[in-house]
């Protein structure tokens, strides 16, 4: 991909000349440098009755034949390249005629009968980067493709976009009584540097237009949590006229209890999961944190605003109780609300047999934490870390976590982590169990991208999970990549972001929870 890139490049060089104009530019290049080459050789013959006399001169004539072949390579290659790139042009042109073409064909049919959709054809055909490469009959890469504008047209994706409910957020700030956002920015004048007024970050979420299809995520295998779903899918459809989303499994219990159930829809394949975010104002979770990190991996990219219930043990992003949930629902439906943005990791990994960086296996998002451990072998990780390819350390221990401030209560807090409110933006750097007491973990700046790699000198492989799931093996050579990713999951809350955190923790944690100090004790006097 990146010589593709690079011929492209080279190609837009030359302006408008045309492939012949540079492939004739090439080959008279070949042809100066084999003069070039012929004069080398002359001079070789020229020099032959004094080789059996001079061992210098043999390595020099050596040398000359090295030369010379040296610049019958690279005349070659230049002619190649200037060739290829003139043939990726061409293709570029044909590729961007037909789209054009077929813009106006489907203008003509009525098929973007309004000026936004013209538009975006017309952008799409000036653009065909964006299309996805296919392999044409006789075997040959093409550059671009139409395909995507005949899979079901822009009208019926703009028509999908057009159900779901819009949405606006703003942010509180201290001593305003308003909900306007002040940035913060920093200021230079006359030598001083300051700070504006930072914003509180509480952020609220208004609705625009009346949210009108809801996705309910539930816990499997649990007998409350199925006779609460069954009566909030009756509720919403009877009182509320919402259309509802459920899971396939969750769908069949419904059916099970009365075939009145079937106005609920679900889906059957990936593709309409792909989907979801189109369709779905709002996404409920009954069930505990676990719920709410299952609900999240469902989308890869926007997540629709999630309403959590607690049904769980801990709880620490579930702050609404299922027995007021007609009430949460009213409010929630109803607006504004405070939500807590939820940074999420996005993670591939970079095999040692690749040949570049762009051959990397699926992206994983995960809101918690990534965790690279030993596994079940009984060596030591030894991991190379680097954050903006700037070396960090080189971890041997039990392996590491790379942790969201959302996941800082779970596996990182256990591994020593420290606890961070979660919508300050970073990445958690926790070693587990690490062979130096020294050894502290990092809280590292959220626009980093951290890169950890199994040397060639290690022991042993190791293993990788995103949030606790999906693990796969990591050989010598092999590197994992984590950034933040440009999805956040945003969570209602109950009063807002900072009660909401401070509450869970006191509740789920107990902390800092002790007797207090007696006061009877001795004094002094």
Not at 129 to 141: F, K, T, V
Request: glycine share 6%; charged share 20%.
């Amino acid at each position: 991909m990146s010589s593709t890139t690079y011929k492209l490049n080279h190609t837009d060089s030359f302006g408008n000349g045309d492939a012949k104009s540079m492939a004739e530019n090439g080959f008279s290049h070949l042809t100066s440098l084999a003069q070039s080459e012929k004069a080398v050789q002359e001079l070789l013959l020229q020099q032959t009755p004094m080789q059996a006399t001079d061992d210098h001169l043999i390595e020099f004539s050596e040398a000359l034949r090295t030369v010379a072949k040296a610049l019958r390579g690279a005349a070659e290659g230049k002619a190649l390249a200037q060739a290829e790139a003139a043939e990726w042009k061409r293709r570029y042109e044909v590729e961007r005629s037909k789209n054009v073409e077929l813009q106006h064909k489907e203008l003509s049919n009525g098929v973007c009968a309004d000026e936004s959709n013209s538009q975006r054809m017309e952008h799409l055909a000036k653009s065909p980067r964006l299309y996805a490469q296919e392999i044409s009959s006789n075997g040959m890469e093409r550059i671009c493709s139409h395909e995507v504008l005949q899979d079901g047209g822009f009208n019926s994706f703009t028509n999908k976009l057009k159900r779901k409910a819009s949405f606006k957020l703003s942010w509180g700030c201290k001593g305003m009584a308003n909900d306007q956002h002040k940035k913060e920015i920093v200021s230079f004048e006359r030598g001083n540097i300051s700070t504006a007024e930072r914003s509180s970050k509480q952020i609220s979420l208004t609705w625009e237009s009346d949210p009108q299809t809801v996705l309910i995520i539930t816990k499997p295998n649990s007998t409350s949590v199925r006779v609460l779903s069954v009566d909030m899918v009756r509720w919403l459809r009877t009182q509320k006229g919402l259309n509802i989303y459920v899971e396939p499994r969750v769908k069949e219990e419904l059916l099970s209890e009365s075939s009145s159930f079937n106005f609920v829809q679900t889906w059957e394949d990936d593709k309409e999961i792909s989907l979801l975010h189109t369709k779905v104002d709002l996404l409920i979770t009954l069930g505990g944190d676990g719920t709410v990190l299952w609900a999240a991996s469902m989308f890869k990219g926007p997540v629709p605003p999630i309403v959590p219930f607690s049904m769980g043990s801990l709880g620490f992003m579930t702050p609404f109780h299922s027995e007021q949930y007609r009430d949460c629902l009213e409010a929630v439906l109803k607006g504004p609300i405070s939500i807590t943005l939820r940074h999420r990791l996005q993670c591939h990994i970079i095999r040692d047999k690749a040949t570049n960086e762009y051959e990397t296996e699926e992206t994983m998002l995960v809101l918690n934490e990534v965790t690279i451990d030993r596994g079940i072998s009984s060596y030591l990780t030894n991991l190379e870390c680097y954050c903006d390819n700037s070396f960090v350390t080189c971890v041997q221990g039990d392996g590491l976590i790379l942790s969201t401030t959302s996941g800082s209560t779970a596996y990182s807090l256990a591994a020593g982590g420290s606890m961070v409110h979660p919508q300050v933006p970073g990445i958690l750097f926790t070693p587990i169990c690490p062979h130096s007491l020294s050894f502290r973990p990092l809280i590292l700046p959220e626009h980093v991208t951290v890169r950890v790699q199994v040397p060639f000198n290690s022991r042993s492989s190791a293993w990788v999970s995103f949030d606790g799931k999906d693990r796969k093996q990591l050989e010598a050579g092999d590197a994992l990549v984590c950034s933040m990713a440009p999805w956040p999951v945003s969570t209602a809350c109950q009063v807002e972001s900072t009660n909401d955190f401070l509450r869970s923790i006191h509740d789920g944690l107990h902390w800092n929870l002790r007797k207090t100090q007696s006061a009877d004790g001795p004094r002094d006097t």
